[in-house]
């Protein structure tokens, strides 16, 4: 079929929704958006072309179409189905069984969520071999990897369509094969980011020179190569040894430290409330997003040159 004729329906329309609606208009598919929300659904033409002018696609949004409810959406249509709503676990299983009913059989049916297993959200439910993650990194329309999660049920070779299916629109897809809570980036990413704030809570540094110490070394290489290839290059046999040395005196908190806590606490959590670590401002929160997306953008860029990504 066609990329023209295909037809994508995702359930929210928040910042990760805009991202996802972006990736399908980009790659040609016509997609469908279920948002109650009124003032969300005015607002995804100008926000999805945002999007797509931010990934250097056309701005072409003819292929959007929004509904206030799922029932609404044309089902006779769609191929595949992501969820982007609110980290409500009651919410998704509710949604799931919904889409159970009212989809194609053999539809791809995959949420974004990022903390709760496709098992628990797909719980009791008679087609879950259809069902599995779909777990996109913000912003969604940048951010080349993509995380496909299978749980105990899901169909292998439906799974690895979908990922398929996301190569095709310009995505690096992995197969998590196992449905671990975190998957594999947020399991990865959350052990660097307890160290990080134990030293921060500890005294030991600054959030400015935590920042400076992970971008320019070994984040600057990761670029560049990921950390198992890396340790190829430098010798297992040294990262061996300073396991034995290093390892032991690392955090294992299960919780987060209090630093973290207070901000969180005291409304501080970022661009969202102009305050984090760091205070912010109109100004300078537009000067840091147009940043951060011409660098990821200069990544995309090494990473097309290397034929990592098409």
């Known amino acids: 079929m066609p990329q023209s004729e295909r037809h994508a329906l995702v359930l929210g329309g928040g910042t990760m929704g805009v991202g996802i609606i972006a990736m399908f208009l980009g790659g040609g598919w016509k997609v469908d958006v279920v948002s109650r929300s009124a003032s969300t659904r005015d607002g995804l033409p100008a926000a999805t072309s945002r999007a797509l002018q931010a990934m250097g696609k056309p701005d072409d949004v003819s292929g959007l179409a ?3 409810t799922l029932e609404e959406a044309p089902w006779a249509k769609i191929d595949i189905v992501v969820e982007t709503v609110t980290e409500d676990l009651a919410l998704k299983q509710k949604i799931f069984a919904d889409l159970e009913r009212l ?3 053999g539809v791809p049916l995959t949420s974004n969520s990022s903390s ?3 098992s628990e959200i797909g ?8 069902m599995m993650g779909l777990h996109f990194f913000m912003p969604a329309h940048l951010i080349p990897l993509v995380e496909v999660v299978r749980s105990v049920h899901t169909d292998v070779a439906l799974a ?3 990922g398929a299916i996301m190569s095709a629109l310009g995505k690096r897809p992995v197969q998590v ?5 975190g998957f594999l980036g ?10 990080a704030l134990w030293l921060i809570e500890e005294g030991v540094a600054s959030p400015e020179d935590i920042d400076a110490t992970v971008r320019l070394s070994f984040g600057f290489r990761y670029a560049a190569a990921g950390p198992i290839t890396q340790k190829e290059h ?4 040294t990262t061996c040894a300073v396991a034995k040395i290093i390892w032991p005196d690392l955090s294992n908190a299960d919780g987060p430290p209090p630093v973290l806590q207070r901000n969180v606490d005291h409304g501080r959590i970022g661009f969202k409330t102009k305050g984090g670590f760091f205070d912010w401002d109109e100004a300078s929160m537009a000067k840091e997003r147009a940043r951060y997306e011409r660098a990821l953008s200069k990544c995309l860029e090494i990473f097309r040159e290397e034929g990592i990504l098409s």
């Open 160 to 162: 690895e369509k979908v």
């Open 116 to 118: 709760f297993p496709i």
């Open 177 to 181: 094969k196992k449905d671990v809570i």
């Open 66 to 68: 929004t509904f206030a």
């Open 103 to 105: 989809s194609r059989p």
């Open 234 to 237: 430098s010798g297992w046999d």
């Open 123 to 130: 719980k009791g439910l008679a087609s879950q071999d259809r």
């Open 186 to 195: 947020n399991r990865i990413q959350g052990a660097l980011m307890r160290e």
